[in-house]
């Protein structure tokens, strides 16, 4: 059986993802939302290539993104980068800015919950993951979404994840999609107080935030740690402890 990571109450485990960085590459933050713990500032990208600082998030797919990995790594250093404004949608072109940025800035993880199922993105987007993998930056993204692999979390050197509905939030599953070492988690974000999980936003894009905040926890043990591979090595020796 695949090995599997938890949250555990032992203080020996009181883990918080404290010393990672996380950039989230999405659609922003809303300030003051009761969610969301401090951020570290950013960077917005629009279509067209301008950067700005309005960092504020008027589609609510990002701020529930990020409330996901909070609540799992609250002591996670967690840089925003807007690149979805008026809708989720966006160019490999700026994708590939946001995922130089989050290297340049020097963090451990990049989070997208996002993807593109267009082979023709390949050619911006696999230069930009193996750039952040040379900066110590490593691309967690969706690696397929209704059975299509998606761009760029099935390319070579990013960390895939895929959904288990069965999962909790706090725990992740190592296994193989197409021959390949993905992470899978459950697609549910954090909670709303008297909002069904049925009605709030779910899917693809949580299960990729959740593997991201659990995987903060494990490179917190294991500094080292930083591409692909020493992700998924850092979590199997969690498992196994």
Same mark, same amino acid.
């Given at each position: 059986?695949?090995?599997?990571?938890?949250?555990?109450?032992?203080?020996?485990?009181?883990?918080?993802?404290?010393?990672?960085?996380?950039?989230?590459?999405?659609?922003?933050?809303?300030?003051?939302?009761?969610?969301?713990?401090?951020?570290?500032?950013?960077?917005?990208?629009?279509?067209?290539?301008?950067?700005?600082?309005?960092?504020?998030?008027?589609?609510?797919? %990002?701020?529930? *993104?990020?409330? =996901?990995?909070?609540?799992?790594? $609250?002591?996670?250093? +967690?840089?925003? !980068? @807007?690149?979805?404004?008026?809708?989720?949608?966006?160019?490999?072109?700026?994708?590939?800015?946001?995922?130089?940025?989050?290297?340049?800035?020097?963090?451990?993880?990049?989070?997208?919950?996002?993807?593109?199922?267009?082979?023709?993105?390949?050619?911006?987007?696999?230069?930009?993951?193996?750039?952040?993998?040379?900066?110590?930056?490593?691309?967690?993204?969706?690696?397929?979404?209704?059975?299509?692999?998606?761009?760029?979390?099935?390319?070579?050197?990013?960390?895939?994840?895929?959904?288990?509905?069965?999962?909790?939030?706090?725990?992740?599953?190592?296994?193989?999609?197409? %021959?390949?070492? *993905?992470?899978? =988690?459950?697609?549910?974000?954090? $909670?709303?107080?008297? +909002?069904?999980? !049925? @009605?709030?936003?779910?899917?693809?894009?949580?299960?990729?935030?959740?593997?991201?905040?659990?995987?903060?926890?494990?490179?917190?043990?294991?500094?080292?740690?930083?591409?692909?591979?020493?992700?998924?090595?850092?979590?199997?020796?969690?498992?196994?402890?």
């Amino acid at each position: 059986m695949a090995p599997s990571v938890r949250m555990r109450a032992e203080p020996l485990w009181s883990r918080t993802g404290r010393g990672v960085s996380i950039a989230v590459i999405d659609s922003g933050a809303h300030p003051g939302h009761p969610h969301l713990g401090l951020l570290a500032g950013g960077i917005a990208f629009t279509p067209d290539g301008r950067e700005h600082d309005d960092l504020t998030d008027r589609l609510g797919h %990002g701020t529930a *993104v990020t409330a =996901a990995i909070q609540e799992k790594a $609250p002591g996670a250093r +967690v840089h925003v !980068a @807007r690149v979805f404004h008026e809708e989720l949608a966006t160019s490999a072109r700026t994708l590939a800015k946001a995922i130089d940025w989050a290297g340049e800035r020097g963090c451990r993880l990049a989070n997208l919950s996002l993807g593109t199922p267009r082979q023709s993105r390949i050619e911006q987007l696999q230069p930009a993951v193996e750039r952040a993998a040379r900066a110590g930056t490593l691309v967690i993204a969706a690696y397929s979404h209704e059975g299509r692999r998606q761009f760029p979390g099935s390319l070579p050197g990013a960390l895939g994840v895929c959904l288990d509905w069965d999962l909790p939030r706090h725990r992740v599953r190592i296994g193989r999609r197409d %021959g390949r070492r *993905v992470l899978y =988690a459950s697609g549910y974000p954090r $909670p709303i107080p008297g +909002v069904p999980p !049925a @009605r709030n936003l779910n899917g693809i894009s949580f299960a990729v935030a959740n593997a991201t905040g659990m995987v903060a926890l494990a490179l917190e043990l294991f500094p080292d740690a930083r591409a692909r591979a020493d992700a998924l090595a850092a979590l199997e020796a969690l498992a196994a402890v």
